[in-house]
């Protein structure tokens, strides 16, 4: 019999990733979706056809156990959240209860469904749990490059939240003998990435102005620096420590930063154009607090999990833009 695992988050670029790559190792995979209409329902039934999906949200206790209940998973991945960072300010109360008390439900949920362990070492049926940390909790950084023991200090209420979290995460971990886990992922883009992620927003103008659709690209902080990985190889990180004998907390990214300006001029050159042309400031952009600089060390996956990143950041952009383009002419797929 093949494994199972819930992921929540399923509608998301990671949920896409995370199922597709699990349905391919033999897994039963569910994906948790909210709201009354079916149409995020049909939008994962036309792009990932094998996953079955049950009601459920992450605002909402009950729906999160009968979810848990119902499966009966072998394994959860909390990937669900209000992942855009700008809008954790405007709605830092709704980000605090899905981000935040959101982990707190799905925690509490496979440890009522069957994810404790008195005895302390993981048992055959004990339900092992994800949860999607983020490199943002580094936010002002302590040191560079960032790795487990680097000292949070978020400077988002997203990250914030994801913070809460985290440690949530491990105080279950030690308090329950839970197999529970954080992935502290660094950036990780994709065709699939939102448009409102700084990545896909220049590939789209990119695309757009090959096209003659658009002339100008705004944008708020060139300076800001990230670890830019490909969604694809990161959701592999995941499954490789839920499938860990001994639960523990990995960061994961590919060890190089790059600035947004960098990124520009990558993607710009993609198709022979001078970003100098087309990129406009735009103050609305600019964050009331920005984290400067993130870089990963991602030494402890490489050694424990075996997990290094197949993708350079000059291919990703490379391959996000060929994407937009391919799809704003006509002979791609929505992404
Ligand atoms: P994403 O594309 O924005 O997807 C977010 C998902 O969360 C969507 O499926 C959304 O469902 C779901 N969601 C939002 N509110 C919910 C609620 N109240 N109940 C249930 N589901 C809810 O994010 P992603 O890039 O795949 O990231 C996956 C996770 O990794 C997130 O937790 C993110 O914070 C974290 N993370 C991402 C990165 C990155 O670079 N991508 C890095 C570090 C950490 P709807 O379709 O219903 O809105
Ligand atoms: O693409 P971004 O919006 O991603 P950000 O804020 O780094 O967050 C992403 O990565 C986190 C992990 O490190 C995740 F936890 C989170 O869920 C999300 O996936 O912005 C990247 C950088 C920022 O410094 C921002 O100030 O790009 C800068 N930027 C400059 N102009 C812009 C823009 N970002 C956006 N979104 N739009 C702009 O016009």
Redesign the pocket.
Known sequence: MGRRALI????????FYLAGHLLAEGYEVWG????QSGS?ASQIHQTVPDVHLVSG???DQGSLISAVDRVQPDEVYN?????FVPLSWQQAELTAK?NGL?VLGMLEAVRVCGGINASRSAPPGQIRFYQ?S??EMFGKVRETPQHEGTPFHPRSPYGVAKAYGHFLTQNYRESYGMHAVSGI????ESPRR?AEFVTRKVSLAVARIKLGLQEKLPLGNLSARRDWGF?GDYVQAMHRMVTQDEPEDYVIGTGVTHSVRDLVEIAFGAIGLDWRDHVVSDPAQIRPAEVDLLCADPAKARELLGWKPSVQFAGLVQMIVESDLKMLSGSGTAS
């Open positions: 929540t988050g399923i509608t998301g670029q990671d949920g948790l979706v909210r709201g995020r949200d992450l605002l990937l669900g959240a209000i992942s899905v959101g999607a983020s490199a992922l660094f950036n990780h939102g969604a």
